[in-house]
């Protein structure tokens, strides 16, 4: 093997805080990148990968401190100790990144030509004329149709994955040797994803650079590395070849990261989590037995929704206006006791959707059958009943529980609301006892949301809900914002409650494995229109229409 | 569930470290925002006592020769001579010597009046930190007592003003549509009245006093609380956790004021610290203009008004002493203020 292109030994980042204790972000880790190659840095959120991927472009913010044996070298030149002249000389030019959320990392008041052209003359010295012309030539090596018209487009004007694209053009501008892409894809569609992995690995060829791939996705992870570098709490769980880590994984780190996330083709009855991997050691029950899902003709309906349409009108002038069209022409059936899986790429109408069976968005046609009551037609009072029986969890527990409730505020404010348990004695008791439901202490009603992780902050939106003890959930992209291991004992506990309480599902996710695991139907929309729906082993086994074809072979790691 | 039956209504009290605790925990830590905050402190303090008597009582006492300057030793020993009335009006009957002397009947009148006046002798105080203005009063005393309505105002004119913007930027920005259009031209025709012909107008139909200037200036502040409010209003009906709480059956006064009131309480609290800033300073513009306050009464901003003929001559004591507890305090408060900010905005948290 020759020299390594990057170098990083003993490498340890500690954040220094006034009048707390350092926290330590990374601990002692070493790893090398060979030149060409493709790295993946992989762990859960707190990993410390970011940390040290921004780590070797000195970005790291003022409040961190590097241990004094900590070392980076790239080809040879020691990173750490150069001078902020030769640092910048080296950044974007020998090492560029790229960041997840490519809206943010654009200006938006440039145009993308204007953007790419400033680091072509900076680093490049190249004249006003030869940037524009090589501007042009990136946007077409990347992929973008028609260049010469797009390079005076502005960030908004691109969708997410032409963002992207730019972001790679820009970063592959002066022919780095070293391009560091954070999580590039996490915020893109999934077929979206497949385009830019392809062309990431596209330019990789061209342009023979070596690219440190950030990712919580070990599925992407198989599908472009040459090498794994797996993190969990900062330190390096195990490091491997690609081929040799998946082939045996050794870490149990690894392999519970690996059996956490769902398969497409089994369905245990429970998903494994980390802790069973770390306390069991190797015995790993994963239950042979496999869930049942489907639908079956004799299975009663709970909730009907026909011809569903929602559009949006745009003030586009003084008189003028244009109609949006989110959702068109929805139809389904939700079975008692069942999960209905919806899933899309953005702006397939699916959250839309979800907002209008709850009534937080007004439809503008088509019925919503709910035993034998039109949901669309109630009066005020009407629906404040039924808010009992249909409940909604939000994507981001971070956002969607107020942060200046404590926990036991916001148990009980919906049994205030709709009048259940007499005193609140009796109330508090129904909330300790759901509270330990969800597999939280009861201490916790003293505490708020913020001293509680993502996915405690998750069962608690669960547990508010069923302190109505609705008959229909809705679980909008629910677990989508967690990591895999938490995803999975979420995925779990929905299960357990759906078996305890006979709760029907509406699972709506971008995660096409995920709503494989714990759909028994699925729809799957595009657009706003149903694209197909049918139960879910047959919809994954056979798929009848192109887009959904298209869909599933975007998943990663299959 | 035995064990839930041990439960008491104070699993929800807020025992744990709440946002509004981590800022307080914040604000600690920061050296300046004490120190603005012990000068706050001083000044609510001063005021205070002042209004419960127990300093600057006598500020409208002669207590030394006009303009006197400032000293800690009495400027001088003569003692002030005040004719307070008549001590004696029944006088004995007069003698009759006006054959003599034609002024004789006069002397004798003008004798017992004379005798007959008292005299109050109050003493020149021992020490004037600040010097006695033109009447010989003592600026310090004044300068307390002053605070007494420069703050109240300033407090009570932006509770109103902040009170007033709230509401209606809650009501606009939360149920948006046609009231919301309603109270954006009510907004616009309202600021585009020049402030000091709002003012002005407002002055010449009340009478003036105390609650006046308050009425005038909370009622024609609250257009920025209200701008601010309205757009956070608009920005937190959307969030997800309003979305939540209407999912759940929360009513719309529910969610606009327990839901979101607290989480924009911080942008509240920032302008309403501001606006007494705002309300201290245009409370000395009134009394300067001659809208302010009564003739009875004192604040910063009569001192001030006094001072515009005395600068001239030389005499700076009260425009210091007036000019420079405002100052004082104001800056306090703009720095505790930023303090406050920065330990509240969500945003900055870790």
């Known amino acids: 093997m020759n ?35 493709i790295i993946a840095l992989v762990g859960e959120s707190g990993s410390g990968k970011s940390v040290t991927a921004t780590s070797i472009l000195r970005l790291l913010p003022r409040t961190a401190r590097l241990s004094a044996n900590s070392k980076i070298e790239f080809d040879g030149k020691n990173l750490l100790a150069l001078e902020a002249e030769q640092l910048r000389a080296i950044r974007g030019k020998e090492i560029s990144m790229v ?44 992929g973008i149709t028609n260049p010469t018209a797009r390079v005076h487009s502005y960030a908004h004007q691109l969708s997410g994955g032409q963002q992207q694209r730019v972001m790679i053009a820009m970063a592959i501008a002066c022919k780095p040797r070293l391009l560091i892409a954070d999580e590039p894809t996490t915020a893109l569609d999934v077929t979206v994803q497949k385009q830019i992995l392809d062309l990431l690995m596209q330019l990789r060829a061209q342009h023979n650079m070596a690219i440190m791939f950030i990712t919580h996705d070990l599925g992407l992870v198989h599908d472009i590395a040459d090498r794994v570098v797996v993190m969990q709490q900062g330190e390096i769980r195990e490091q491997n070849s690609k081929a040799a880590l ?53 299975d009663n309906i709970v909730l009907e929704a026909h011809g569903l349409q929602k559009y949006f009108t745009l ?244 | 569930m035995n064990n839930t039956n041990t439960l008491t209504t104070d699993l929800v009290r807020h025992d744990s470290a709440g946002l509004w605790r981590l800022a307080w925990r914040r604000l600690r830590q920061d050296k300046v925002a004490i120190a603005s905050l012990c000068v706050v402190t001083i000044f609510a303090v001063m005021m205070i006592a002042s209004y419960m008597g127990l300093i600057a009582s006598h500020w409208n006492a002669e207590v030394a020769p006009s303009y006197a300057p400032p000293s800690l030793h009495a400027v001088t020993n003569v003692a002030n001579t005040k ?88 009501v606009g920005g939360y149920f948006g549509g046609v009231l919301d259009d309603t109270l954006e031209w009510f907004y616009n025709i309202f600021t585009s009245i020049p402030y000091i012909l709002l003012i002005l ?6 009478s003036r006093g105390f609650v006046t200037i308050v009425l005038i200036l909370g009622l024609t502040s609250w257009t920025s609380v209200y701008r601010l409010v309205r757009a956070e209003y608009m920005k937190h009906s959307e969030r997800a956790y309003v979305r939540a709480a209407e999912a759940l059956g929360a009513s719309h006064t529910s969610r606009m004021f327990k839901h979101i009131l607290p989480n924009i309480s911080h942008v509240m609290l920032v302008q309403y610290s501001r606006y007494v800033v705002d309300a201290i300073k245009a409370e000395v513009i009134l009394s300067f203009l001659g809208l302010g306050i009564p003739v009875d009464m004192v604040s910063w901003g009569s001192i001030l008004a006094e001072t515009q003929e005395e600068v001239v001559i030389g005499k700076w004591s009260q425009i210091i002493a007036a000019g420079g507890s405002m100052a004082i305090l104001v800056t306090a408060i703009s720095m505790l203020t930023d303090a406050l900010r920065d330990a509240l905005d969500p945003k900055l948290n870790e």
């Open chain 1, 3 to 37: 020299a390594p292109l990057l170098n990083v030994e003993h490498l340890q980042i500690q954040f220094v805080k006034k009048n707390h204790d350092a926290i330590t972000a990374v601990h002692d880790i070493s790893f090398t990148v060979a030149p060409q190659q």
């Open chain 1, 99 to 142: 960041f997840q959320d490519p809206m943010s990392s654009l200006n938006p008041v440039f145009t993308i030509g204007q953007q790419l052209n400033e680091s072509l003359r900076l680093h490049l010295k190249l004249s006003k004329r030869q940037a524009s012309v090589r501007a042009i030539e990136l946007l077409n090596e990347v």
């Open chain 1, 246 to 298: 998946f082939a045996h994984p050794v870490h149990a780190y690894t392999r519970a990261l690996m059996a956490c996330r769902p398969q497409l083709d089994s369905r245990p009855m429970r998903l494994p989590v980390v802790s069973d991997f770390i306390d069991g050691q190797q015995q790993v029950n994963v239950s042979e037995v496999q869930r049942q899902r489907g639908s079956a003709p004799t």
């Open chain 1, 315 to 558: 003030k586009t002038g003084w008189f003028e206006q244009e109609k949006l069209t989110a959702v068109e022409d929805v139809s389904f059936r939700l079975f008692r006791g069942k999960t209905l899986g919806i899933v899309g790429e953005s702006g397939s109408g699916k959250s839309t959707t979800a907002l209008l069976l709850m009534r937080l968005l007004p439809a503008s046609g088509g019925k919503v059958l709910f035993g034998s009551r039109d949901l669309l037609q109630l009066n005020d009072a009407e629906l404040l009943s039924m808010r009992r029986r249909i409940q909604i969890v939000f994507q981001n527990p971070y956002a969607s529980l107020n942060a200046r409730f404590t926990i036991g505020q916001l148990l009980l404010e919906p049994l205030r609301i709709h009048h259940i348990g007499a005193t609140t004695q009796e109330r508090l008791q129904m909330a300790a006892a759901m509270l330990e439901r969800v597999g939280l202490p009861k201490e916790a009603m003293q505490r708020y949301p913020h001293e509680f992780s993502g996915g405690q902050r998750q069962r608690i939106a669960i547990a508010r809900c069923l302190m109505l003890q609705p008959e229909v959930l809705i679980l909008d992209e629910a677990v989508s914002a967690l990591d895999v291991s938490v995803q999975a004992q979420v995925l779990n506990l929905l299960q357990d409650l759906q078996n305890e309480f006979g709760l029907s599902y509406i699972f709506i996710s971008h995660d096409l494995s995920v709503v494989k695991y714990i759909s028994d139907v699925v729809l799957v929309m595009q657009q706003g229109r149903v694209v197909e729906m049918a139960d879910s082993d047959q919809l994954y086994a056979s798929p009848q229409t192109e887009y959904t074809r298209k869909l599933l072979n975007a998943i990663p790691g299959r």
């Open chain 2, 83 to 170: 004719v307070v009335g008549i001590a004696n009006p029944q006088a004995g009957p007069p003698v009759d010597i006006s054959d003599i002397d034609p002024l004789a009947p006069r002397y004798q009148e003008w004798k017992e009046r004379t005798a007959n006046i008292a005299h109050e002798q109050t003493q020149h105080a021992t020490s004037l930190i600040l010097g006695a203005d033109k009447w010989g009063h003592d600026i310090l005393s004044k300068t307390i007592k002053g605070s007494e309505v420069s703050i109240s105002v300033g407090i009570l004119a932006a509770f109103l003003a902040v009170v007033v913007g709230t509401l209606l930027g809650a």
């Open chain 2, 201 to 206: 107008a407002v002055a010449a139909v009340f």
